[in-house]
């Protein structure tokens, strides 16, 4: 079973440009969330999407924004890059069901580099 | 919010000794979950425990929670350099709050020399 896939494996961007970043979930979850692991910050939750919709998200600004699909692939869509947002972007999927505990698996990541 | 501190940040073992990592939680903790990360890479789920005094075992590594559920330990037995990277403790806060979104810990690195 294939399990979480993501795309691009690395992307490199000037600052004031737009990153597309896409993940794929394992086959039967519906529901992706979307890290961020900066240099010295650790992993900070961004989003997290489940059946097509944005149900949470993390301290962020707008300028993070993402949208799910009909088959729950995502995408993460960062606008305005600043050198800050320089970090490994982390995908996760799981069953998606809020009243129980899902492990959550972990793509390989999308590393983002802005100059 | 929750928080979770992990300690140490960082250890180096010699090849077939043991070593724990303990991972210490603000508030209660609903679902504890591991996982080990190879720098720059994805996170691999380990285990996840739950239950006050839980302790789950795969391999030569287990983990327990603490009674009080503030607390958890990932301890590795005989340790390989298979077992160098970086270890991390993520955590659901709150039963059915919005979002299943994983607080994690600062991580802790692990280095086995051979």
């Known amino acids: 079973e294939a399990g979480v896939t993501q795309s691009p494996t690395h992307l490199i961007k000037t600052r004031g440009q737009q990153a597309t970043l896409r993940c794929s979930p394992i086959s039967g979850h519906t529901s992706v969330y979307w890290y961020q692991q900066a240099l010295g910050l650790g992993l900070q939750f961004l989003l997290w999407y489940d059946e097509g919709e944005e149900r949470n998200r993390g301290n962020f600004p707008p300028r993070f924004s993402g949208r799910q699909f009909p088959n729950y692939s995502s995408e993460l869509n960062v606008n305005a890059l600043e050198l800050e947002d320089s970090a490994l972007y982390l995908c996760?999927?799981?069953?998606?069901?809020?009243?129980?505990?899902?492990?959550?698996?972990f793509g390989p990541g999308t590393r983002l580099t802005v100059l | 919010s929750q928080e979770l501190e992990q300690s140490p940040q960082s250890l180096i073992v010699q090849e077939g000794k043991n070593l724990t990592i303990n991972c210490t939680s603000s508030?209660?903790?609903?679902?504890l979950y591991w996982y080990k990360q190879k720098y720059g890479e994805g996170l691999i789920f380990l285990m996840m425990?739950?239950?006050?005094?839980e302790e789950k075992s795969h391999e030569k590594i287990t983990a327990k929670l603490d009674e009080k559920k503030q607390q958890s330990s990932l301890h590795i037995t005989a340790s390989q350099p298979s077992h160098a990277g970086i270890y991390l403790c993520g955590a659901d806060g709150e039963i059915k709050a919005a979002g299943n979104k994983l607080t994690f810990g600062g991580g802790t690195r692990v280095l086995v020399k051979p």
């Open positions: 508030k209660t903790l609903y679902g």
């Open positions: 996760a999927s799981s069953l998606g069901l809020a009243d129980s505990y899902n492990e959550q698996f």
């Open positions: 425990l739950q239950k006050g005094g």
